[in-house]
């Protein structure tokens, strides 16, 4: 049997630390602990340079621009949408029965094209009614002419025959004018997008256009859409152009005094990559009042053929009101003002040599030159490039990754703060939710 010996206290009266033999000391406490204080340590100094302290240090750059003739434009800018410039609602003038549809919604239409006709027979006879009431009442008033024997009924006589004259000879000019009526044409060239008419209906009355239905479908020089005898006095055909467009604008008041009819415009449509060009047609007199600023109406029309085109489309528009050619200008971050006085770098022989100018307009980033410069000369810019790590802000914040040595009994650990952490207090953001310190020792935490 064995004895338990009694444990002997050393000398000094202090018992010695017990240590359970064949257990590791835990270290990877202390290592946790320590990447914990130098990723504070880290993140903190990261912050503070990165994102609050601006590179002292900066790249200086040079270039060169040439002094070159250009035009400048003073402009108005509007924006509006664009719309087919014809866009016309045609309908027949003279009443009559429709006798012919010559066209069908979807064909393309010349100027002048016929696109219906309506019955002629009533218009031949009322023309002829016409002539025949005027003549009578020209042999009326010959024949007062003739009797006339300068009394006050004599006279009286006269100028009754005389307004009799004039109005069967409006009734005569009318009647000619709906015969002619009879056959109606496109008044532009474009595309037929509605047909309202069709072979029967009554047209040109006084009734307001009723709703019949119509059947068939009309083609050009083919069959024609009949009728149950409709009645209409609304518009027979829509043509809407193809080729020719228009933008409606407004502009300020201040604004409107500034342009002329006739002047020029710079288009720029969405989704169309060359800059169009178009002309003012037409500027409002007629104000509209928004929030107590008023604004006036202005119709730009688009000169030459472009592609890709559709009704409703968003366009920016410069109204230009002045045009100057051959004005000497350089880029304006080539000139340095001090004390009233402005100078760029000119070049002589290679060498950067400070001349004084003298400035006209700017528009956009060019100055006129109108002393100090001729065509051709070359000045120098010098741009200094900082950085200031305001790029590096976004995505980046909280994202520090710090090697960890391995622990006794495990390997290399890492410690990253997750996606979206960050530090507390200014830095954005609170501990790491759940983060992991990989790499801790592999042995037992028990």
Request: proline share 4%.
């Amino acid at each position: 049997m064995s004895k338990r010996i009694p444990r002997q206290k050393p000398s000094g009266g202090s018992a010695a630390p017990r240590r359970r033999p064949g257990r590791p000391r835990r270290w990877w406490p202390l290592w946790v602990a320590g990447a914990v204080v130098l990723a504070l340590t880290a993140g903190f100094s990261g912050y503070w340079f990165i994102w609050r302290t601006p590179s002292a240090a900066g790249e200086t750059i040079t270039q060169t621009a040439t002094a070159a003739l250009q035009t400048l434009d003073k402009s108005v800018t509007a924006s509006g949408t664009i719309t087919q410039a014809v866009n016309e609602s045609v309908a027949f003038a003279a009443k009559g029965t429709v006798l012919t549809v010559d066209v069908a919604e979807g064909d393309l239409v010349e100027e002048g094209q016929v696109l219906a006709t309506i019955d002629t027979l009533q218009l031949n006879a009322d023309l002829l009614d016409a002539k025949a009431t005027l003549a009578q009442a020209e042999r009326t008033l010959a024949s007062a002419e003739a009797a006339a024997d300068g009394s006050d009924a004599s006279d009286a006589t006269i100028a009754a025959a005389q307004a009799r004259v004039e109005i069967a000879q409006v009734a005569a000019d009318e009647a000619e004018g709906n015969l002619s009526n009879a056959v109606l044409t496109a008044p532009a060239a474009g595309q037929i997008t509605s047909v309202a008419v069709a072979v029967g209906d009554s047209v040109g009355s006084s009734t307001s256009g009723s709703t019949g239905s119509m059947a068939g479908t009309g083609s050009a020089g083919g069959a024609m859409p009949t009728s149950s005898n409709t009645s209409s006095s609304g518009a027979a055909f829509t043509i809407v152009g193809t080729q020719d467009w228009s933008i409606s604008l407004t502009v300020a008041d201040s604004d409107l005094a500034l342009l002329s009819v006739g002047g020029q415009a710079e288009i720029t449509l969405d989704g169309v990559a060359d800059t169009l060009f178009g002309t003012i047609t037409s500027l409002g007199k007629v104000a509209s009042t928004s929030g107590g600023s008023a604004s006036f109406p202005v119709e730009v029309q688009i000169t030459g053929t472009a592609e890709g085109l559709y009704d409703g489309l968003s366009a920016e528009v410069a109204l230009i009101y002045e045009r100057r050619l051959d004005v000497l200008t350089i880029p304006i971050s080539a000139v340095v003002t001090e004390d009233g006085v402005s100078y760029v770098d000119k070049l002589v022989d290679g060498v950067a040599t400070r001349t004084e100018v003298t400035l006209g307009e700017t528009v956009g980033s060019v100055v006129e030159i109108t002393a100090g410069l001729a065509e051709g000369d070359e000045v120098q810019i010098t741009v200094t490039v900082s950085q200031t790590g305001s790029g590096t802000e976004q995505g980046t914040q909280g994202e520090f990754t710090f090697e960890l040595p391995g622990g006794q009994g495990g390997q290399g650990g890492q410690f990253q703060m997750p996606e979206g952490g960050g530090f507390g207090g200014e830095f954005g953001g609170g501990a790491p939710g759940g983060g992991q310190f990989p790499g801790a020792p592999g042995g037992s935490n028990g």
